[in-house]
Every structure is written in C-alpha cells, then in structure tokens.
C-alpha cells in the first residue's frame, strides 16, 4: 500500500469512529440531562430508547431555510461554521486510537495538536463579527475574551506533561504513561508527585477544556438570558447544524486529548501491542466517553458563573497553578 493510500485509509478510519462518537454524545446528553431532571428523555425516534433522535434533529436542521441576514457579511458568515468543524476535525487524525493507528505520528504532536485546536476561536469571531446583530457582536466578544483567556492554562497544563514525558509526540507521551513512571532516581518523592502533578494538571486541562466548550457554567457567549443565542442568534439551518456539531465534536475531541495526556490514551495495563492495535480504539473510546459523561454532569449541576468570575478564575488561580505545575515537574525531573 502506497504512503499517500494508507495515508487516507487511516484518516477515514480514524474519522469513521470520531464523528459518529460526536452523535453518540449528543444522544447520552438527552438521556442523562432527562434522568437528572426526572424525564423520560427521547423515547420515539429509533424505538423506545429514542437512539435516533440525533439524526432524526440533524435532517430537521438541515430541512430548515439557510438564512442570511441583510446586515451580514455574507462571506464571512457562511464560513464561519466550517472553520469551527474545521479545527475540531484536525485534531483526530493527530491523536492515537492504538500504537500504530494514527493518522500521522508526528514528533511536534502536542504542538500541532494546541495550535489547530485554536481555529474554533477564530471560526467564533468570525460568526460575531459577521451576522451584524448585537447579541452576536457581544457573543463574539465575551467568547474571544473567554477562549483566549482560557487557553492558557489549557496549553500551560499540557506543557507539564510534555516535561514529564520528555517529547511532544502523542505516541510517545502514551508509551511514556506505560513505563513505570520516572523509576529512576528517588522513587519514595518521585511517584507521589507524580501522581499529584498528574492531579492538578487534569483537573487544570479538564475546567479550561469545559471554557473552551462554552459550556454551562462557562456559556457566557451564548447566554440564553442575556444574549438570545449569543454568536448563534442568527444562524439557521445547515450552518446552525454545523456549529451544534461542532461542541460535541469539540467534546469528543478535548476528551480524546485529555485521555491521551492524562489516563493513557490507548493503553491498559497487562496487554501488549499486539492486543492493543485491536483493543485500543475501543478502550480510548471508553475513556472519551467517561471524559464526556463529566461534561454533561458540569453542565447539568453548576449555575452559571458571572463573567468577572470567569475571568478570575482563568488569571488568578488557573494559570498560576499551571505555572507552579510546570516548575515543580521541570524541579523533579531534572533533580531526580
């Protein structure tokens, strides 16, 4: 098989399991928002468990009339959604689903892996600027203040773990967690920090990763109450199905990476290579969707936070503790 073959065979199939995780997100977050709440959930659509009522709101979206306002820059507004899908989707082919299926293992992973991730910024000014509405100028607005505000601790947090693994390549980072961590020198110091450092960074990567979703109680930019729909206020159709896509691709995908980073990615002890090219996609999807049923209980139990509130938490106590991370696991690395 040919390199450019291959190539597109491993992005299809890498593809092929992410996109439709995103549908299977959706439908867990109708049915574990309804138990919370005492509902039934979708019940109709697909039979009784209501399985295909993802789909049955994808074909009702796409039915609806794509509208473009008067006021909008039309160009701008009808790319918008595509760049945020379009940033989300450049994340997969890069994160490992077993050791030798990825679509390309690149040695700056982590770094390409951050910097594409951020398009979905641009793809929200975008949508803000564009549609010419208030409420999407200030949408735009809040949610620039708040991904860039929060990108930080979430680029500061994976550092750490490129510090501790010793290279920025995902499969490397993964094969690094399969080691008995940093077994030379002290192992009485060593392992518990380890073990803590791996905390904070998680729970650091895991809250900023919630802001990047511009999810409850980090919905600020489309505030409901306050903003109509925010930077969504004007779209309709295809393009709103784009960017409703888009946060539970987001979700599937920042889950991806934090499993990656933090619980082992494809890896589970006591199985060799051999097993994990076949187990391996099913245990990162395993962890995805633990990662996701966490998103959806945020969602579904904090209030709202105000908008000085959220910037507080991001540059008074986020990115300090990420900065104290990263020099506490450069300490021990190099010390021991």
């Known amino acids: 098989m040919s390199f450019s073959v291959e190539l597109l065979v491993k992005v299809v199939v890498v593809l092929g399991i992410?996109?439709?995780?995103?549908?299977?997100?959706?439908?867990?977050?109708?049915?574990?928002?309804?138990h919370m709440q005492s509902r039934i959930g979708p019940y109709f659509a697909g039979g009784r468990w209501g399985w295909a009522q993802p789909l049955a709101d994808a074909v009702k979206f796409m039915q609806k009339e794509d509208l473009v306002p008067s006021a909008a820059d039309a160009q701008v507004y009808k790319l918008a959604p595509y760049v945020v899908l379009m940033g989300t989707i450049g994340t997969f082919v890069i994160i490992p689903i077993g050791p030798d299926l990825v679509s390309r293992n690149l040695d700056l992973g982590l770094f390409y892996l951050?910097?594409?991730?951020s398009l979905s910024t641009l793809g929200v000014l975008m949508a803000g600027w564009s549609s010419g509405n208030k409420y999407s100028l200030i949408g735009g607005l809040r949610a620039g203040a708040q991904l860039i505000a929060y990108e930080l601790p979430l680029v500061l947090a994976a550092v750490a773990v490129a510090v501790q693994a010793g290279t920025l390549s995902l499969n490397g980072i993964v094969t690094a967690q399969a080691q008995p961590w940093f077994h030379i020198g002290d192992f009485s110091v060593t392992v518990p920090y380890v073990v803590s450092g791996q905390i904070v960074g998680f729970l650091i990567f895991l809250t900023a990763s919630v802001a990047e979703l511009s999810r409850i109680p980090f919905d600020m930019p489309i505030a409901e109450?306050?903003?109509?729909?925010?930077?969504?206020?004007e779209y309709s159709g295809i393009r709103f199905t784009m960017f409703f896509l888009g946060e539970y691709a987001g979700m599937v995908s920042l889950s991806a990476i934090a499993a990656t980073l933090y619980l082992g990615g494809y890896w589970l002890p006591g199985l060799g290579n051999d097993a994990l090219d076949w187990v391996g996609p099913l245990v990162v999807i395993g962890k995805v969707l633990l990662l996701s049923f966490v998103f959806i209980w945020f969602r579904w139990t904090f209030p709202r936070l105000r908008e000085d509130q959220l910037q507080s938490l991001a540059w008074k106590w986020l990115i300090p503790a990420a900065l104290v991370n990263i020099m506490a696991t450069a300490f021990f690395k190099v010390v021991f």
């Open 225 to 233: 109450s306050e903003l109509t729909m925010g930077y969504l206020t």
């Open 18 to 34: 992410a996109l439709p995780l995103a549908l299977v997100v959706i439908f867990g977050e109708l049915k574990v928002s309804a």
């Open 114 to 117: 951050l910097a594409v991730s």
